[in-house]
């Protein structure tokens, strides 16, 4: 009777590192379940800059002023019929 007692100790010892250490098995679970979410949290950064993306380019496909503003910051645009000033610091 003890030996079976020792038989199925065993076993169920093998069938538990099967349950939690082994491929597949708990461990895995949790190990996939945080990747998944640092993934999330990818995706939601991805999917803020494409909607951010996708805005400007339809404001400079529909709109003048998104175009004047990107010439007038990026490459001095001066339109017609304003005064420019330049403010120089003294050293």
């Known amino acids: 009777m003890k030996w079976v007692t020792l038989v199925l100790t065993f076993f169920l010892a093998l069938f538990q590192y099967n349950l939690w250490l082994s491929k597949g098995g708990w461990y895995d679970m949790w190990e996939l379940q945080s990747q998944a979410k640092e993934q999330e949290e990818k995706n939601r950064a991805l999917t803020l800059r494409n909607e951010t993306l996708a805005a400007e380019i339809h404001d400079l496909t529909h709109g003048q ?20 000033y330049r403010l120089v610091r003294k050293q």
């Open 65 to 84: 002023e998104a175009i004047a503003e990107i010439a007038r910051v990026d490459l001095g645009y001066i339109q017609s019929g304003e005064t420019y």
